[in-house]
């Protein structure tokens, strides 16, 4: 009877050594065969113009091309541009005000701005905006100052920009926006839409950049 047990037990023993043998093959076969996980996409920015809204409800606009940020704006108070390396821009700052973003998608930013005395950031979102082809004929508005602005546009060319009556120069347009120096006055700019175009201009021997804005008006 002892013998008979004895045996059972030792079948049994052997078929659950047999049956965890199993399991651990199975398990170390699974692992093996487990693909890496897959790379992440590259992402690659749109080049274009970009608008959306910070964390307070404020506009957030700025274009992007080649490797450069440029006429990054919150409201109309334009801030600058910045370098762009592998989809992102670290702390940039201009006249105080710093900003930083990276793109999540090629054609969607988020990103953080303040001013440079703030410990604080304000978060904001943008994403690309459909190609557009400004009105072709004649703006005008005027600085934060007061001083008028006038400028037309044809033929991929801003023409005729000037500050208070006086005539600064042309400057060629690409994607919706322009920068350029001439003898005395740099000025910088581009479209919120068909018949808007907002800017900053500041004296070409350095100084504040000075933004600015202007419609289309029929003549």
Aim: net charge neutral.
């Amino acid at each position: 009877m002892i013998r008979k047990i004895s045996s059972v037990v030792i079948a049994l023993l052997a078929m659950t050594g047999l049956g965890l043998a199993s399991a651990g093959l199975g398990f170390a076969h699974s692992g093996t065969a487990s693909p890496a996980p897959a790379a992440a996409r590259a992402v690659i920015p749109n080049h274009g113009s970009y608008s959306g809204v910070d964390h307070h409800g404020r506009i957030v606009t700025f274009s992007f091309s080649g490797t450069d940020v440029s006429h990054f704006a919150v409201n109309h108070l334009v801030i600058g541009g910045a370098y762009v390396s592998r989809g992102m821009w670290h702390e940039t700052c201009h006249g105080g005000i710093c900003t930083r973003g990276a793109w999540v998608t090629d054609g969607h930013v988020t990103g953080f701005w303040r001013y440079g005395g703030d410990p604080s950031w304000t978060a904001w979102s943008a994403s690309s905006t459909p190609a557009m082809t400004p009105y072709g004929g004649t703006y005008m508005g005027t600085d934060h100052t007061g001083l008028r602005v006038h400028l037309s546009f044809n033929g991929g060319y801003v023409r005729g920009f000037s500050i208070d009556h006086n005539v600064v120069g042309d400057a060629p347009v690409t994607n919706g926006s322009f920068e350029v120096c001439h003898r005395v006055i740099c000025y910088q700019g581009h479209w919120e839409n068909e018949y808007y175009v907002v800017g900053s201009w500041r004296h070409a021997s350095g100084g504040t950049w000075r933004p600015w804005e202007a419609y289309a008006y029929a003549t």
